[in-house]
Each structure stands twice: as structure tokens, then as C-alpha cells.
């Protein structure tokens, strides 16, 4: 695993970056983050609850995914 992924309304899937994961959980992982944006530019998330999710929460979602946790 590279130190880092791409999150975001521009990110490649999962299943791109990490092409070693399982289907169903890059698609999960898809799922969340189009999630995450669409609740940001809805106004339903204020930009310090969007920037904890993407800088602290969701990276920990996405590293138990690759190391085959859940």
C-alpha cells in the first residue's frame, strides 16, 4: 500500500488505486466517498465535520479495507 490515497469528487475508484482489494469493499469504499462529497455540497456536512471525516475518519476506514480488515 502506497502511504496515500485519492479521495473526493475527482478520485479514481478503489478498485483502480488498489487493484489488489476486493471488488464489493472498493465499491463500498466508492460508495462512502461520493457519500461524503455529496453531503458536503448538499450543506449537510459544515467544512470542519467534512475535513475530520477526510483527514481523520475515513483514512482509517481505507486502511482496515486494504489490510483486510473491516
Do not use: C
Not at 464489493?24 to 467534512?50: F, M, V, W
Amino acid at each position: 500500500m502506497s502511504g496515500t490515497f485519492e479521495q473526493g469528487w475527482a478520485a479514481r475508484p478503489f478498485a483502480q488505486q488498489f487493484p489488489e482489494m476486493n471488488a464489493d469493499e472498493a465499491k463500498r469504499l466508492d460508495h462512502i466517498n461520493t457519500s461524503i462529497t455529496t453531503l458536503y455540497l448538499a450543506g449537510l456536512l459544515t467544512d470542519k465535520q467534512a475535513n475530520e471525516i477526510r483527514t481523520k475518519k475515513f483514512p482509517k476506514v481505507v486502511t482496515k479495507a486494504v489490510l483486510g480488515k473491516r
